[in-house]
């Protein structure tokens, strides 16, 4: 499976020590040169990615994409998208609606950091994911609130 993922969802799972759902879904996990450097800028997250193995960084050729992308996005998400795109990457973990919408109408399929803790517990990897987002909630990470009690409910935690 080829994944390729933008900071947000990786920074939100390691400020609850929990980087390990990435990597028990999905294994490897491929972020572009500009993510790499946007985790470095975040406190902490350096020690994350140099111990983590499975975060390998790639680099995206297409340089028209990205100027392209450039005019709606920021660097890091336009080199994501690029690089899913380049890879034909299953998914791409990308979290603001922007990206997202962008990144669907070039035909990339995409997962948020919802999506990636619905697929956890449905896999196994976790009992119960109500705690996690509250946990992510108080780090300041926004999520719509009905949203979240269908998803809850859907997966018998409501």
């Not at 500009?34 to 960084?57: C, H, K, M, N």
């Not at 990457?89 to 919408?101: C, Q």
């Not at 990144?103 to 109500?130: F, M, S, W």
Request: glycine share 6%.
């Amino acid at each position: 499976m080829i994944v390729v993922s933008d900071t947000s969802t990786i920074t939100n799972l390691h400020q609850i020590d929990r980087l390990d759902v990435l990597r028990s879904l999905y294994g490897t996990i491929i972020i572009p040169p500009a993510v790499r450097r946007e985790l470095y800028r975040i406190e902490g997250q350096q020690g994350a990615i140099e111990q983590s193995d499975w975060i390998r960084t790639e680099y995206p050729k297409d340089q028209t994409l990205i100027t392209e992308l450039l005019e709606e996005l920021d660097l890091g998400e336009s080199e994501a998208i690029a690089l899913a795109i380049e890879l034909n990457a299953d998914y791409l973990v990308i979290d603001e609606y922007k990206g997202r919408a962008i990144a669907e109408k070039k035909g990339v399929k995409i997962v948020g950091l919802l999506g990636v803790l619905i697929a956890a517990k449905r896999n196994g990897h976790l009992e119960a994911i109500k705690p996690l987002i509250e946990r992510i909630q108080h780090n300041g990470f926004r999520l719509n609130s009905s949203l979240i009690l269908k998803v809850l409910t859907a997966l018998g935690e409501e």
